[in-house]
Antibody
């Protein structure tokens, strides 16, 4: 069955970077894009970016351009999302999701807390 | 960037009610819209893709309609497990974008 398993919770200081992983299994890794979506506490969903695991091409939300980088490792079927220059407003749950158009399967989420 | 406006932001309803949620896009997105349900502490669940196609294993009381800029999610007879927050997502172009959400609460 399709599974997206994300890395564990992180606590970071303002100005630091965080790297969240998403390991895919149960389907052809290079056949579907991987999205990243985040959710601040009590707030709505925010689309962050996407990667094509086959060729590595990416697209990001304008708001996060320059701070977010999504990469993949085809040898381990893993996608990584790195967010730099963290601020308190980056606190929230980060999700990866599979889908070349509408994301269908989602990871369990990773809580990232930014606090001094 | 394309923006999505959902309405209402919240609603109160009873079990058995017919519920309608709307999503308006800032430009024509053809039928490239999905609907999600999210419960507290859980990842979103895909209900509808391509505006009107029901995702597998989703109950038939959920339906979607619309194209262009105006879209609707309808729950024909609200069940206790349907109390949740619902989001639309445009996948017509990058950056993709979600609506701000509609919370469906028990009246």
């Amino acid at each position: 069955q399709v599974q997206l398993v994300q890395s564990g919770a992180e606590v970071k200081k303002p100005g630091a970077s965080v790297k969240v992983s998403c390991k895919a299994s149960g389907y052809s890794f290079t056949s579907y894009y991987i999205h990243w979506v985040r959710q601040a506490p009590g707030q709505g969903l925010e689309w962050m970016g996407i990667i094509n695991p086959a060729g590595g091409s990416t697209s990001y939300a304008q708001k996060l351009q320059g701070r977010v980088t999504v990469t993949r490792d085809r040898s381990t079927n893993t996608v990584y999302m790195e967010l730099s220059r963290l601020v308190s407003e980056d606190t929230g749950v980060y999700y990866c999701a599979k889908g070349s158009k509408t994301p269908d399967y989602w990871g369990q989420g990773t809580l990232v807390t930014v606090s001094s | 960037a394309i923006q999505l406006t959902q309405s209402p932001s919240s609603l109160s309803a009873s079990v058995g009610d017919r519920v309608t949620i709307t999503c308006r896009a800032s430009q024509d997105i053809r039928s490239d819209l999905g609907w999600y349900q999210q419960k507290p502490g859980r990842a979103p669940k895909l209900l509808i893709y391509a505006a009107s196609s029901l995702q597998s294993d989703v109950p038939s009381r959920f339906s979607g309609s619309g194209s262009g800029t105006d879209f609707t999610l309808t729950i024909s007879s609200l069940q206790p497990e349907d109390f949740a927050t619902y989001y639309c997502l445009q996948d017509y172009s990058y950056p993709q974008a979600f609506g701000q959400g509609t919370k469906v609460e028990l009246k």
